[in-house]
């Protein structure tokens, strides 16, 4: 912020700016100022001195006609001698007597100068002539005496450009001291502007107490301030859980590996009887599954993550088709479990990713069928509704990054244009139920309500995370109703695609 710093960028100083500004205003009201002043002073003078000539003229005139002698005459010449040019001229324009040379026959006739001619007219005649270098003005002033003879006073004064001329060095220094004085005072000025502009605390812009004019720039600063924030704690907050999920990865993958190596240096090392040999291969297939399991659905997470899915072209899906699918594929862990699934309702379509949709089902049959009991059911209905209320992310605990990513998914544009209507899937099952304070938490990665038997019904820990991605993904919503005891009911609701 420093005016130092700006200038070194080439950029306007606010200094030289004020300074210009100011400056350019005051010289031209210096100017202005010295030519009507001078204007005003001058032409009042000028008439000034003509009624003052004037009157003297009447004051000799009065006193040569009172006497007019000759002795008069001396007298007036005395009087006047050295301030102005006394000329005495006869009623034919001869020149009787003139001041300013000893020999006044050798003037020419003055008759028909302007002020003698209006003085035969009218007794009296003021005019001022400029002289001929423009350098001074005369002012004469004549008055007919009885006689017929006419007085006549003249008196050279300064010509306005002369006058003018004698003003300019004043006014020199006037302005010189006015630049002088408008650096300072811009320079103090700027100063004083500045000086909380400097004191600023960016970090509070909205807590500065300065120039109102400021307020939008400070509003709009705590803005990007408060956006920036906002995305450096998402990133922070996407970092960690990156490292926290591949710390669960790694341990994840270590738990299957140890087994499996452990079993296969006893059969390495001949430990293992040939009798049992099928069932520690069993083993080992076991725990390879599971690691298989894992690696799969990590993929499909930083699939997700990553908007992977957004390559592929939202295509119209048949919800029911892709259960019937699912539940099919899930039918010899059901028959194992003797758990009977069904799945029933209309073929209604959303529009989206094939695979994603497959890899929801299938998660939550599989979930309905593992976390049950040998007689239990699991159902899963398709319908298609009006929807209560749009769909709204933001209550479901959807991060910034989650939400702009499904904005520009593949799957939004249709979805906005798709009718109010949804398809809702609704898997209910008949297993223990979960308590409603861990409805939230069942959907991060790698929670399990109970380690060892998610682990021994070959959980991955993973599989609720992708439905609820993919169910976001989908701009869909997700619901859990569950009592412990009862059962749990999973809702999905997904817009419908308008084409069938
Ligand atoms: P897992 O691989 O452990 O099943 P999930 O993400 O699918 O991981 O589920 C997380 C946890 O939620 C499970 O460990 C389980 O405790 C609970 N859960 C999921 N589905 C059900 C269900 N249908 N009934 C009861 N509990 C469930």
Redesign the pocket.
């Given at each position: 912020m420093a005016l130092g710093s700006a200038r070194n960028r080439g950029m306007r100083s606010l200094s030289s700016k004020i300074f210009r500004t100011v400056l350019a205003f005051t010289l031209a009201v210096i100017v202005v100022m010295s030519l009507v002043l001078t204007g005003i002073y001058y032409f009042s003078a000028e008439r000034d001195g003509e009624a003052r000539l004037m009157a003297q003229a009447r004051d000799a005139a009065a006193y040569l006609n009172d006497s007019p002698s000759d002795s008069n005459v001396e007298v007036m010449k005395d009087q006047f001698a050295g301030l102005v040019r006394f000329t005495l001229i006869d009623a034919e324009g001869n020149v009787l007597y003139d001041s300013s040379t000893p020999d006044p026959s050798a003037l020419e006739n003055h008759g028909d100068r302007p002020e003698i001619a209006a003085a035969e007219q009218a007794g009296t005649g003021a005019v001022t002539r400029f002289s001929d270098t423009l350098r001074t003005d005369t002012v004469y002033a004549a008055v007919l005496l009885d006689d017929g003879s006419i007085v006549r006073l003249a008196e050279t004064r300064e010509s306005l450009l002369s006058f003018a001329g004698s003003l300019v060095a004043p006014i020199a220094a006037s302005l010189a001291a006015a630049v002088l004085l408008v650096l300072l005072l811009s320079r103090a000025l700027t100063r004083r502007i500045m000086k909380p502009i400097d004191a600023l605390d960016f970090s509070r812009p909205l807590d500065n107490d300065i120039y109102e004019e400021m307020n939008p720039l400070l509003v709009r600063i705590d803005e990007q301030q408060r956006q920036l924030k906002a995305q450096n704690e998402e990133l922070a907050r996407a970092e960690s859980m990156r490292r926290d999920f591949s710390a669960n990865v790694s341990h994840e993958m270590k738990t299957p590996l140890q087994v499996i190596s452990g079993y296969a240096e006893l059969m390495r090392g001949g430990l293992v009887p040939p009798e049992d040999t099928p069932k520690f291969a069993g083993l080992i297939y076991d725990e390879s599954q599971a690691m298989r399991s894992l690696i799969n659905?990590v993929l499909t997470l930083s699939r997700l993550d990553e908007t992977a899915f957004e390559g592929d072209a939202a295509v119209p899906v048949d919800v029911l088709t892709v259960a019937e699918r699912m539940a099919s594929r899930l039918e010899a862990l059901a028959g194992e479990r003797a758990v009977v699934v069904s799945v029933g309702g209309v073929h209604a379509f959303m529009l989206g990713s094939e695979t994603l949709v497959e890899e929801m089902l299938y998660?939550?049959i599989?979930?309905?069928i593992?976390?049950?009991h040998a007689g239990g059911s699991v159902e899963v209905s398709v319908s298609e509704e009006e929807a209560a209320h749009p769909f709204a992310h933001a209550d479901r605990g959807l991060s910034p990054q989650q939400a702009s990513q499904m904005l520009h998914g593949q799957a939004s544009a249709q979805a906005v244009a798709a009718s109010q209507r949804q398809v809702v899937v609704r898997?209910r099952?008949t297993?223990?139920?979960?308590p409603s304070d861990?409805h939230e938490?069942?959907?991060?990665?790698?929670?399990?309500?109970?380690?060892s038997?998610?682990?021994e019904?070959?959980?991955?820990?993973?599989?609720?995370?992708?439905?609820k991605h993919a169910v976001l993904y989908h701009n869909g919503t997700i619901e859990v109703q569950?009592e412990v005891g009862k059962?749990?009911t999973?809702v999905l609701r997904f817009p419908a695609a308008s084409s069938r």
């Open positions: 659905d998660n939550l599989e979930n309905g593992r976390y049950n898997a099952d297993g223990p139920g979960i861990k938490k069942i959907f991060e990665r790698f929670y399990r309500m109970e380690k038997r998610s682990k019904t070959g959980g991955t820990g993973l599989g609720l995370a992708i439905v569950s059962g749990t999973f």
